[in-house]
């Protein structure tokens, strides 16, 4: 099975979106020749509302989980979709779905955009990195880059101590 387009998926009747790790992209159709000032459109931190004024909501509903609200905003395009951008609170997970109780994506299949590492701050960068290292290197089953940081050291230590034995000492 493929990871879902765009990390995202429909609600038939809805809207359609997809994700990044920072955020979510939700596109809302309208009838043609929509003016922003008829549509109702609230995004709040744990609830989106999306409509038309005076008729019943085309969203109403509580988010899957909190968004930060001052760097959320939604647009009108051509008069027939509106499309909306939540940025997430938590930045390092996916999300199943966009509102409680709509139908949701298998998050195990998501493919995460590789040439994101490079935007990253360095720290953090590293830190994915050694992350990613390590999981490989325990899936071949290998040292990770601590438990070999430890090896070396030992190794030095022993080479700098020939006089003892360390035949029978165990390393954890």
């Known amino acids: ?6 990390n995202g998926g ?10 990044t790790l920072q955020e979510l992209s939700v596109v809302v159709p309208v009838p043609a ?8 459109v609230s995004i709040s931190k744990t609830r989106l509302l999306v409509g038309l004024k005076g008729e019943e909501p ?18 009108l395009e051509d008069g ?11 930045q390092m997970e996916w999300w199943t ?11 195990q299949k998501v493919q995460p955009e590789n040439s994101k590492l490079a935007d990253l701050d360095g720290e953090t960068r590293q830190t994915v990195e050694k992350m990613m290292f390590d999981q490989r290197q325990k ?3 290998l040292p ?15 080479q700098s101590h020939p006089e003892m034995d360390f035949s029978k000492a165990k390393f954890t």
């Not at 027939?80 to 938590?90: A, E, F, G, P, R």
Request: aromatic share 6%; proline share 6%.
């Open 58 to 75: 085309i969203v109403d509903a509580k988010l899957h989980k909190a968004v930060i609200v001052d760097d959320s905003f939604w647009t």
């Open 1 to 6: 099975e493929p990871p879902p387009p765009g």
């Open 33 to 40: 020749g929509t003016a922003g000032r008829s549509l109702s």
């Open 97 to 107: 779905c966009v509102c409680e109780g709509d139908p949701t994506i298998n998050t």
């Open 144 to 158: 990770t880059a601590d438990e070999q940081k430890k090896l070396d050291i030992m190794e030095k230590f022993k």
């Open 80 to 90: 027939k979709t509106v499309n909306i951008s939540l940025q997430k609170l938590n």
């Open 139 to 141: 899936a071949l089953g």
């Open 10 to 19: 429909t609600v038939d009747g809805k809207y359609v979106w997809t994700q």
